[in-house]
């Protein structure tokens, strides 16, 4: 019966059990959607990709029927389009193009797009979305040899026009751009009609495409995945569509995950501590008598009335109407506080003590033969009265019963009749009904 503070008060031990079972299922869930998430980035990415290439495509086609003027040696300029013509000659007007392939790609890339640029072969004109000092220095270079065939070339672009369902297309490593330091991924598109190289449309896309795509899908779906290829407890790596080098690499790291989870978890522990102190505290108060701790009448009374076998002690204070009318109620409250901290301090845990009345308690004991019940009342009566208590004299009358096969109503009865015994013979001892 008796009882602690850990009803209340949890052991950090058990604070600590508690928070890494927290952590760990919370770092086991979380680690599992960040993998889920690598799997869908990665393929919404690729599907990203393809697009810019579909649109890409799509300009052969515009090339193709747009119509053509002849222009002098100078440089036009619509909008951010910028036309050079080196030769007078009849060339393509395609800056409302180029302007609308620009706007669907910036959209698809997040407005990285850097330089769209449109090479004419023989190199007589070319368009550029914006004209960059870059591209006009290789552009003057352009000739019959041009460098525009060495890129083909070198970049596998030949006789593309053969290709049904292969990359007709090629996205560059990554490289820094000379003059405005911007590293890029440059997209090229041969052109062809008839079997003939008619232009190369080339795209810069810049690199941070990729970082910028992966921080705001982080952001949108509360994700930890990075673009380290070292430390990560489970990455994809791989080459982006019609591209052989820098392939790209996405993960995730524990450590990441950890510190994420860390806060949740000890959130969620020191909840779980405080609600479950609540409870405790909650339950407490239903069962338990405020002023004793033992506990109370009507919560445990109905649990003795299912019960067939009784070994009980009714202990009443001897003269506590005197006490209260003597020294006040609240010396009284005090009296039955210190006595029944004595009697809890004379029975076992697996006791059961229940605060029956104002100065009454009732006691039954598990496992308790009749010699051991007598002499289980004799210490109790001796607890009490051997010191005094609040510097009063204070002393108890007990009566019992130890019965098998009986209600608790015929026990109470019976240990009740006893009890008159003690008092009429002159208190402070007790009776056990025979």
């Known amino acids: 019966m008796r009882t602690s503070n850990k009803n209340t008060n949890q ?19 979380y680690l599992i959607y960040n993998i889920y998430h690598i799997e869908k980035f990665h393929q919404k990415y690729i599907t990203k990709i393809q697009a810019v290439y579909s649109y890409t495509r799509r300009f052969g086609s515009y090339y193709d029927n747009s119509p053509e003027e002849y222009k002098h040696k100078s440089i036009y300029t619509t909008g951010n389009v910028s036309l050079i013509v080196n030769t007078k000659s009849k060339v393509k007007i395609l800056s409302d193009g180029i302007s609308k392939l620009r706007s669907e790609l910036n959209q698809l890339t997040n407005n990285n797009i850097w330089t769209i640029a449109v090479f004419e072969n023989p190199a007589d004109y070319a368009h550029f979305d914006p004209i960059r000092p870059e591209y006009l220095d290789q ?20 006789n593309t026009y053969q290709s049904f369902y292969g990359c007709n297309l090629k996205l560059t490593e990554s490289y820094i751009e000379d003059g405005s330091q911007t590293r890029i991924r440059t997209l090229y598109y041969p052109i062809y009609n008839k079997m003939h190289l ?44 019609c591209s052989q080098l820098n392939p790209i690499s996405i993960g995730i790291n524990i450590l990441s995950v950890f510190k994420v989870v860390f806060f949740p978890a000890l959130l969620l522990t020191i909840l779980y501590s405080y609600f479950n102190i609540y409870l405790v505290k909650k339950r407490h108060n239903i069962q338990r008598d405020q002023m004793t701790n033992f506990y109370r009448r009507d919560y445990y009374e109905k649990k003795w009335l299912k019960q067939r076998n009784f070994n009980l002690l009714i202990i009443d204070i001897d003269h506590f109407k005197k006490i209260n009318d003597t020294y006040g109620h609240e010396v009284g409250d005090d009296v039955i506080r210190h006595v029944a901290q004595r009697i809890n301090n004379s029975i076992r845990t697996k006791d059961i003590a229940v605060r029956w009345g104002g100065e009454e308690f009732i006691i039954t004991f598990t496992d308790m033969t009749p010699p051991q019940l007598h002499i289980k009342a004799g210490q109790i009566c001796h607890s009490i009265a051997s010191v005094p208590i609040l510097n009063l004299s204070i002393t108890v009358s007990i009566g019992g019963i130890s019965a098998t096969d009986i209600n608790f109503n015929d026990a109470y009865k019976a240990a009740d009749k006893a009890l008159y015994v003690s008092k009429n013979q002159g208190r402070n001892q007790y009776t056990i009904a025979e």
Do not use: Q, W
């Open 11 to 29: 052991h950090p031990l058990t604070l600590l059990k508690i928070f890494a079972l927290f952590f760990c299922m919370f770092s086991s869930l």
């Open 198 to 241: 008619d232009a190369l449309l080339a795209i810069d896309i810049k690199t941070k495409v990729f970082s910028e795509a992966l921080k705001k899908y982080n952001k949108s779906y509360l994700t930890m995945i990075n673009m380290n290829d070292n430390s990560n407890i489970y990455k994809i790596k791989g080459l982006l569509p």
């Open 139 to 158: 552009f003057d270079k352009y000739g019959e040899n041009s460098v525009m065939h060495r890129i083909v070339e070198r970049e596998g672009l030949t």
